[in-house]
C-alpha cells in the first residue's frame, strides 16, 4: 500500500508558476513510474505528466509541453511538478498516482493504469 499526499496549490494570476508537491509513505514508490493527472469542474481527468523510477524518462501531455517539469527525489520519495506560465485552462485539481508495476518502465497516460492516487491539490489560475 502506497499513501500518497499532494501540496502547493493555490491561487495564482495568469503567467504565475507554482511548484506542486507529491510525498509518498508506505510501500516504497520509488520503482515505479509515477505520474500528474488533473480533473477540472464537469471533465474528466486527465494526464499531464509522468516519469519513470529513474528519472531518466518524462512524457507530458502537449497541452502542458515546455511550460510544466516533472522530477522526482527517490530519497525523499518525493515527485514534484514545476508548473509555469499558468493559464486559465490549467485550473483545476491535480492528482498524483502510481503507475501499475506491470507496465514495467514504460509511460501509459491511461487512468487505469494508475493505482494509489492522492486527494489532489486545487490550482486556480485567475486571467
Known amino acids: 500500500q502506497v499513501q500518497l499526499v499532494e501540496s502547493g496549490g493555490g491561487l495564482v494570476q495568469a503567467g504565475g508558476s507554482l511548484r506542486l508537491s507529491c510525498a509518498a509513505s508506505?510501500?516504497?514508490?520509488?520503482?515505479?513510474?509515477m505520474g500528474w493527472f488533473r480533473q477540472a469542474p464537469g471533465k474528466e481527468r486527465e494526464f499531464v505528466a509522468a516519469?519513470?523510477?529513474?528519472?531518466?524518462?518524462?512524457y507530458y501531455a502537449d497541452s502542458v509541453k515546455g511550460r510544466f517539469t516533472i522530477s522526482r527525489d527517490n530519497a525523499k520519495n518525493t515527485m514534484y511538478l514545476q508548473v509555469n506560465s499558468l493559464k486559465p485552462e490549467d485550473t483545476a485539481v491535480y492528482y498524483c498516482?502510481?503507475?501499475?508495476?506491470?507496465?514495467?518502465?514504460?509511460?501509459?497516460?491511461?487512468?487505469?493504469?494508475?493505482?494509489?492516487w492522492g486527494q489532489g491539490t486545487q490550482v486556480t489560475v485567475s486571467s
Open positions: 508506505g510501500r516504497s514508490s520509488s520503482t515505479y513510474t
Open positions: 516519469i519513470t523510477w529513474s528519472g531518466a524518462t518524462t
Open positions: 498516482a502510481v503507475q501499475r508495476p506491470q507496465y514495467l518502465g514504460a509511460i501509459v497516460t491511461t487512468t487505469r493504469a494508475y493505482t494509489y
